[in-house]
């Protein structure tokens, strides 16, 4: 692999600087945690107190309950978990969500009284009206069953380590002693079910939360004022931010990113980087040397229309639309052959609403990069799904007979609308500029290869079939999503690219190459850029609105819509030399 020209500046642990005056809002580990909320509880003169500490999933809840029990030993303690439905009774009445298949669900309509039986949760509400002195009540769903409170703390959970904890058996989804199962199954079930209920209740309860707690790290509990964390969500969409990426390794995965990003060496590969996919990241909120770890999505629950803008906000709600993400293939292998759904069938089979389209944006590539785009010309479709599943048996599927083979280089850009077959080759490094519904691949053929976990990976023809636009053959690859890059516009010392994305797809990116600064607008949508030339940039506001931030190659960053106005110029070791950024943003009429 040739050598990356920059020394690795890459910024893994970002984070939003909450206002000073908060600073003091938050508590470092459990000893001091517990004495704030003694302190609080002794204050409030009543004859029964209710504490509530309402868990999202993925809590270790040994160690935050335990600490509970401890601080409180005198406490009337309930556990969320007594008022529950059996396993037995949930798996049945969850099944049509969770599904028989081994990566999709249903996208569920249920709430957070769906995990409970209702005349348990009836007792265990009159046992708290008789109460005198503290009670306590614990676990996901508490505020379900004690709507009513002195006190709220709200324990978060960011969704990367829930994977993490999945995959070390650490943890359970709601309501289900599953923590020995295959982390993929329990991913999908938190991906359909646990979280949809969760997020929904969460975002009832963020107006009411007296403090938050953080324990993503055992051990190292903190703990944040409601009003504390709603100042930092606050302060990021007024100002350019990134939220924490994190790295996976994969069966195909490459090399580039170790070096690019300053990555452990000795792992075997890194094939995925997350760097925006709010729903997944986190977000770091720094309270002075402490970093208060959240989902970033929280920040979208908190203020959507500041940062997606109304235009979005109206289309898509409190979801963040647009992804970014990195594919790394360089000394690895390919991607998976495969499809995204049409969003009739996304909607129909899964309940999203809008399906993943996406695109390849070339960051770097080997002379011998290419990717796989689209159907040879008179393609015959049943032979070619006779082809792919006989591949599931006989180990063996010509890709060149049926898909078009493409070369590639730096700074390309791969239009994927919904549909299309694709996928890339080995000796590329993409920046997955796309649609936020990231799990919806229907797999067709994986090279006979196994994953990491020494399993087949599962292969979707059945869904695959019925997606493919088999239209799409080389003449409308080179037409319509190989490198349709169109000059808008120029100025002294910039020049802005159109390079996609389809028509089909609702994202539109522009390409800026720089050596002066350029003006930006986010004209009613949230902006997302990575930094894919040039050491470093600054972001500044013509205004003073926000302070300058400086972002680093292979970066991403959201520029939020109430940011408004921006200038992005090269900064340090860049200055003097051409830079540049890939944009996207909603496409709309302003």
């Known amino acids: 692999m040739k050598s990356y020209r920059y020394k690795s500046n890459y910024d893994k642990y970002p984070s939003v600087r909450v206002p000073d005056i908060y600073t003091s809002y938050c508590y470092l580990g459990w000893k001091n945690i517990l004495n704030v909320l003694n302190q609080r509880l002794e204050a409030i003169d009543k004859s029964c107190k209710i504490l509530v500490v309402e868990c999202y999933q993925g809590v270790l809840h040994e160690e935050v309950r335990e600490q509970f029990r401890l601080a409180f030993p005198d406490a009337l303690f309930v556990d969320s978990s007594e008022g529950m439905l059996s396993e037995q009774e949930l798996n049945a009445k969850l099944q049509a969500d969770i599904t028989d298949d081994e990566i999709f669900g249903y996208m569920t309509r249920y709430n957070i009284d769906c995990y409970f039986d209702e005349c348990k949760v009836c007792d265990l509400r009159n046992m708290i009206s008789q109460q005198r002195g503290l ?7 508490a505020t379900y069953i004690q709507p009513k409170m002195d006190l709220l703390v709200y324990a978060d959970m960011a969704r990367w380590e829930i994977q993490m904890r999945f995959r070390r058996n650490e943890i359970s989804n709601i309501g289900v002693e599953n923590q020995n199962e295959r982390a993929a199954l329990q991913y999908k079930r938190g991906f359909f079910v646990d979280w949809r209920i969760c997020d929904r209740l969460k975002k009832k309860l963020m107006s009411r ?19 504390a964390v709603y100042a930092g969500l606050v302060q990021a ?12 390794p994969g069966p195909w995965g490459g090399q580039w990113m170790k070096e690019v990003c300053d990555l ?41 229309r500041e940062l997606l803008g109304d235009p979005v906000h109206a289309r898509f709600g409190d979801e963040f639309p647009i992804r970014f993400d990195f594919l790394d293939t360089m000394q690895g292998g390919n991607l998976s052959l495969q499809v995204h759904p049409l969003t009739e069938y996304i909607q129909e089979k899964f309940g999203m609403h809008y399906t993943q389209d ?24 049943m032979e070619m799904i006779k082809a792919l599943e006989d591949a599931q048996i006989t180990g063996t599927f010509e890709i060149e007979k049926f898909v078009g083979e493409y070369p590639v280089k730096k700074h390309d850009h791969i239009l994927i609308p919904g549909g299309t077959i694709h996928c890339s080759g080995a000796n590329g490094m993409v920046l997955e500029i796309s649609a936020t519904p990231y799990i919806f691949t229907f797999k067709l053929w994986d090279w006979g290869r196994l994953g990491l976990d020494g399993r087949p990976r599962p292969i979707n023809i059945g869904h695959g079939k019925n997606v493919i636009q088999w239209e799409r053959t080389e003449s409308w690859v080179k037409k319509e999503i190989l490198n349709q890059v169109v000059l808008v516009s120029e100025g002294d010392g910039w020049r802005e690219e159109h390079t996609g994305l389809h028509e089909r797809e609702f994202i539109e990116t522009r390409r800026h190459w720089f050596t002066k600064p350029v003006l930006h607008h986010t004209d009613g949508s949230v902006n997302v850029l990575n930094l ?15 302070e300058p931030f400086v972002v680093h190659y292979a970066e991403t960053f959201i520029i939020p819509e109430a940011v408004g106005e ?25």
Request: glycine fraction near 6%; charged fraction near 25%.
């Open 135 to 141: 009670v306590v009540v614990y676990g996901t769903g």
């Open 209 to 227: 939360w007296d403090y938050v707690l953080d324990t993503n790290h055992v051990g190292e509990p903190k703990m944040a004022t409601g009003k």
């Open 237 to 248: 969409v007024r100002q350019p931010f990134r939220v924490v990426p994190f790295f996976d």
């Open 264 to 304: 452990d060496r000795k792992a075997v590969n890194y094939a995925w980087c997350f760097d925006c996919v709010p729903e997944e990241n986190s977000l770091l909120l720094s309270f002075g040397d402490i970093k208060f770890e959240i989902p970033s999505i929280n920040l979208v629950f908190a203020c959507p």
């Open 358 to 381: 996406e695109s390849y944006y070339l960051l770097d590539a080997e002379n011998d990069a290419v990717v796989y785009l689209g159907l040879k010309e008179n393609v015959d479709s």
């Open 532 to 546: 894919v030339e040039g050491e470093e940039a600054i972001v500044e506001s013509p205004s003073g609105f926000f």
């Open 566 to 590: 921006y200038t992005i110029r090269p900064y340090g070791k860049s200055e003097g030399t051409e830079c540049a950024t890939i944009k996207a943003f909603v496409r709309h009429h302003v």
